[in-house]
Nanobody
Framework: QVQLVESGGGLVQAGGSLRLACAASGRTFGSYNMGWFRQAPGKEREFVATIRRSGGSTYYADSVKGRFTISRDGAENTVYLQMNSLKPEDTAIYYC?????????????????????WGQGTQVTVSS
């Protein structure tokens, strides 16, 4: 089992940057593919990015590709989401999630139901 705690959200102007962090408890952090999702008011939870348990592979939603970067630090049991060139449509609650399933043929899933553990979320607001 793993517990996830997000931090780093806030208010930023369009074009600005934020770095989200997700701290994971437990000694099995390296056993999980990690993902970021977001949910805007009145909308469904949306996939943002995921990183493989090894850290060697990443996958992004088209809406954030080229602007967001997901990374992980095994020594710190932390996964990050660097968000650049932020847009008002990026406004949402951002959630960190952990997926322990070894998936084939593709290593990742972009479906929320594929992630077993979730953080409480951190609010990101981008003003125009």
């Amino acid at each position: 089992q793993v517990q996830l705690v997000e931090s780093g959200g806030g208010l930023v102007q369009a074009g600005g940057s934020l770095r989200l962090a997700c701290a994971a408890s437990g000694r099995t952090f390296g056993s999980y593919n990690m993902g970021w999702f977001r949910q805007a008011p009145g909308k469904e939870r949306e996939f943002v990015a995921t990183i493989r348990r090894s850290g060697g592979s990443t996958y992004y939603a088209d809406s954030v590709k080229g602007r967001f970067t997901i990374s992980r630090d095994g020594a710190e049991n932390t996964v990050y989401l660097q968000m650049n060139s932020l847009k008002p449509e990026d406004t949402a609650i951002y959630y960190c999630a952990a997926d322990r399933v070894y998936r084939l043929p593709t290593w990742y899933t972009n479906r929320a139901e594929g992630y077993e553990y979730w953080g409480q979320g951190t609010q990101v607001t981008v003003s125009s």
